[in-house]
């Protein structure tokens, strides 16, 4: 891993900073003016933008943040309408940001603003239109869960894209244009970069602690398990070939069943083990079947959503007003 270390850039860069925040009251003043002192510290690179996005916290967050914007001239802070959860809320940020360069992260702590300078310059001199920050430091459970993952997206695109992704990347001017085309309401990130298609590369890092002090994240299991559905679903070329798949799968343990039930006229030994045979491959039909019924139900809710055309977000507060444009609704 490239130790943190100022970039050496040969023409000036216009970077904006876009970070997603919630319920951040007591710590988002002090990691902006860490976040601030990270950037100053890079030679040819201005902040053109710091753009925190407050999803719909139910604390001060907004108003802490705002209470910064006297001594960071570049900062805007925005506070959306209502929670609409992290991927929206970085959507909007990018939606709003202007610079050369956008960078895209949380404020948990987690994304280590010290690699920042390594990802703007491995963007700059790699000429890559999107640098990802990977980690493989993570506990255990974590993981195994993002493994399975990757492996699964990349059976569904035959690309070899960099795995175990953080939040954390740059995105080139290009990209993020592209990125604002894309006018879907159920949305991930990494699936609509994916989608666009430019350079990527990877940049492994090591994640520093959470705020709270220890390794944990916003995102319980089933939070997770539904944006990688959701990821799957929408950025995935084959969705319905998964379903094939998992049905013939699904057929070849019926056919083992039937002919489990066909050998039961054994003896009572034999009976024993066949029947624990019946029951164990039983169990893992019922839950395929339950698991592919709830993907085709979430496949079918992703299309009405997507159907109504509703906007993708409001804004409800905005320190940069009336100065510059606001995007109420997209």
Same mark, same amino acid.
């Given at each position: 891993?490239?130790?943190?270390?100022?970039?050496?850039?040969?023409?000036?860069?216009?970077?904006?900073?876009?970070?997603?925040?919630?319920?951040?009251?007591?710590?988002?003043?002090?990691?902006?003016?860490?976040?601030?002192?990270?950037?100053?510290?890079?030679?040819?690179?201005?902040?053109?933008?710091?753009?925190?996005?407050?999803?719909?916290?139910?604390?001060?967050?907004?108003?802490?943040?705002?209470?910064?914007?006297?001594?960071?001239?570049?900062?805007?802070?925005?506070?959306?309408?209502?929670?609409?959860?992290?991927?929206?809320?970085?959507?909007?940020?990018?939606?709003?940001?202007?610079?050369?360069?956008?960078?895209?992260?949380?404020?948990?702590?987690?994304? #280590?603003? !010290?690699?920042?300078?390594?990802?703007? %310059?491995? $963007?700059?001199?790699?000429?890559?239109? &999107?640098? @990802?920050? =990977?980690?493989?430091?993570?506990?255990?459970?974590?993981?195994?869960?993002?493994?399975?993952?990757?492996?699964?997206?990349?059976?569904?695109?035959?690309?070899?894209?960099?795995?175990?992704?953080?939040?954390?990347?740059?995105?080139?001017?290009?990209?993020?244009?592209?990125?604002?085309?894309?006018?879907?309401?159920?949305?991930?990130?990494?699936?609509?970069?994916?989608?666009?298609?430019?350079?990527?590369?990877?940049?492994?890092?090591?994640?520093? #602690?959470? !705020?709270?002090?220890?390794?944990?994240? %916003?995102? $319980?299991?089933?939070?997770?398990?539904? &944006?990688? @559905?959701? =990821?799957?679903?929408?950025?995935?070329?084959?969705?319905?070939?998964?379903?094939?798949?998992?049905?013939?799968?699904?057929?070849?343990?019926?056919?083992?069943?039937?002919?489990?039930?066909?050998?039961?006229?054994?003896?009572?030994?034999?009976?024993?083990?066949?029947?624990?045979?019946?029951?164990?491959?039983?169990?893992?039909?019922?839950?395929?079947?339950?698991?592919?019924?709830?993907?085709?139900?979430?496949?079918?809710?992703?299309?009405?959503?997507?159907?109504?055309?509703?906007?993708?977000?409001?804004?409800?507060?905005?320190?940069?007003?009336?100065?510059?444009?606001?995007?109420?609704?997209?």
């Amino acid at each position: 891993m490239d130790s943190p270390s100022e970039p050496t850039l040969s023409t000036p860069c216009n970077l904006t900073i876009v970070v997603s925040a919630y319920n951040s009251e007591q710590t988002i003043a002090k990691f902006l003016h860490l976040l601030i002192d990270v950037v100053h510290a890079m030679p040819t690179v201005t902040l053109h933008q710091l753009i925190i996005v407050d999803d719909g916290s139910t604390d001060n967050t907004f108003e802490v943040a705002r209470s910064v914007t006297d001594s960071i001239s570049a900062l805007r802070v925005i506070k959306l309408s209502r929670n609409r959860g992290q991927q929206t809320a970085i959507s909007a940020g990018v939606i709003l940001s202007t610079g050369d360069l956008t960078l895209v992260m949380d404020d948990d702590g987690q994304n #280590p603003m !010290v690699e920042i300078p390594n990802l703007v %310059r491995r $963007s700059v001199e790699a000429k890559s239109d &999107v640098v @990802i920050a =990977t980690s493989r430091h993570r506990r255990l459970g974590r993981r195994i869960t993002s493994r399975l993952f990757w492996s699964i997206m990349r059976s569904s695109r035959h690309t070899n894209e960099p795995e175990s992704q953080l939040m954390m990347r740059v995105l080139s001017r290009r990209v993020v244009e592209a990125f604002k085309s894309y006018p879907e309401n159920t949305r991930t990130v990494y699936g609509i970069v994916r989608d666009i298609g430019y350079k990527t590369e990877g940049l492994e890092v090591r994640t520093g #602690p959470h !705020v709270s002090g220890k390794e944990s994240s %916003r995102y $319980s299991f089933g939070d997770r398990l539904e &944006v990688f @559905i959701d =990821t799957y679903l929408t950025s995935a070329n084959r969705p319905f070939a998964f379903l094939l798949r998992t049905s013939a799968v699904l057929l070849f343990l019926g056919t083992l069943i039937i002919l489990a039930v066909v050998l039961s006229d054994m003896d009572a030994q034999s009976n024993r083990a066949v029947l624990l045979l019946v029951t164990g491959l039983t169990s893992i039909l019922v839950s395929v079947v339950a698991l592919m019924t709830f993907i085709i139900l979430r496949l079918l809710s992703l299309i009405f959503v997507e159907a109504r055309r509703r906007p993708l977000f409001h804004i409800d507060k905005d320190t940069c007003l009336p100065r510059c444009d606001s995007v109420e609704g997209f």
